[in-house]
């Protein structure tokens, strides 16, 4: 660690006072007013804005180690006897979970407001390994917050895109949607006008048919307007063709035949590659050491 890390942490300048009156208050309570408002006294406070940043990195470089001497070497870098840098040493609870207790096989770690925790669900990306007391990676947590990062993500998309589980809505006539586990190509044509009575001039003839079948629901099109409703969003359409997708239509729109929760996979031409992360965090056994602290 560098000997200036407390300087490169309490770099910036403090934020606030914007409201802060210039006159001070009179020492002399007589002086005051007699009457005063409901804002606060003095104004908006300053307040710290430290740089921590460069302390989170000094920590996931020190995993593996023991959490004694990364400790150590952090108060004799930062000092507890001065108040600015003693802040520094409230913040470690911010990125290490100190307090770790293995309880029937699954390990919990101590919160100050919301008590035991199981350490897969806190906030910290590392923690304090209660076997052999080294800084460690908390990776269940890590997996758990990029899986909520992309649900939140999908679920984004998903209310912009207007989409429903199930459902892939290609153009105005064309949808893919999934029945009993099955991914189906669904045409979608207008409902049939209704046919004209010829004139009394003209001799009657053959009506055109309008008993049209929905290919999804199976019925007569003109007795479940209100379910082509709920399903197309429109009654003014019904289902003329159901095609079962082959696999290599699931495999272009990224879709899958089963039952188990949709998925959201953009299809509208953006590139939907993975991308990789800038950091890559490898897997940390825990009888992992460095050499110099083996002993």
């Known amino acids: 660690m560098r000997n200036d890390m407390y300087k490169v942490i309490v770099e910036r300048p403090r934020r606030g006072g914007g ?4 006159a001070r ?6 002086d005051h007013p007699s009457h005063e408002a ?4 003095y104004g908006n406070r300053k307040w710290l804005n430290e740089n921590l940043r460069p302390l989170q990195r000094y920590l996931q470089g020190q995993v593996g180690r023991r959490w004694d001497f990364v400790y150590s070497e952090l108060c004799a870098r930062v000092d507890r006897r001065n108040t600015v840098q003693q802040h520094i040493h409230l913040h470690l609870e911010d990125f290490v979970a100190m307090q770790v207790f293995d309880i ?10 919301r008590g035991l925790q199981p350490l897969a669900e806190a906030r910290h990306e590392l923690y ?3 076997d052999n007391g080294c800084l460690m990676r908390n990776e269940a947590a890590i997996r758990l917050k990029i899986e909520r990062h992309r649900e939140h993500r999908l679920a984004v998309h998903a209310r912009q895109a207007e989409w429903e ?33 010829p004139g009394p001039e003209r001799r009657p003839r053959t009506l055109p048919r309008t008993d049209v079948y929905d290919a999804v629901t199976h019925c007569l099109a003109k007795n479940c307007a209100s379910a082509r409703w709920r399903m197309y969003g429109t009654s003014t359409v019904y289902a003329h063709r159901k095609l079962q997708l082959s696999q290599s239509e699931l495999n272009e729109h990224r879709l899958k035949n089963d039952t188990s929760a949709d998925s959201y996979v953009e299809t509208s031409g953006r590139d939907t590659r ?11 056994r825990n009888d992992a050491r460095r050499r110099d602290y083996s002993s």
């Open 274 to 284: 993975r991308r990789r992360s800038h950091k890559h965090r490898a897997p940390i």
């Open 38 to 41: 409901m804002k606060y006294r």
């Open 19 to 22: 409201n802060t009156p210039r």
């Open 165 to 197: 589980p199930g459902v892939r809505k290609l153009d105005a006539t064309t949808q893919l949607r999934r029945i009993d586990g099955i991914w189906y190509r669904i045409e979608l044509m207008p409902m049939p006008e209704p046919p004209v009575s």
């Open 25 to 30: 208050p009179p020492r002399d309570p007589d």
């Open 104 to 113: 029937k096989g699954t390990r919990y770690v101590m919160q100050n407001w």
């Open 128 to 130: 304090v390994d209660p």
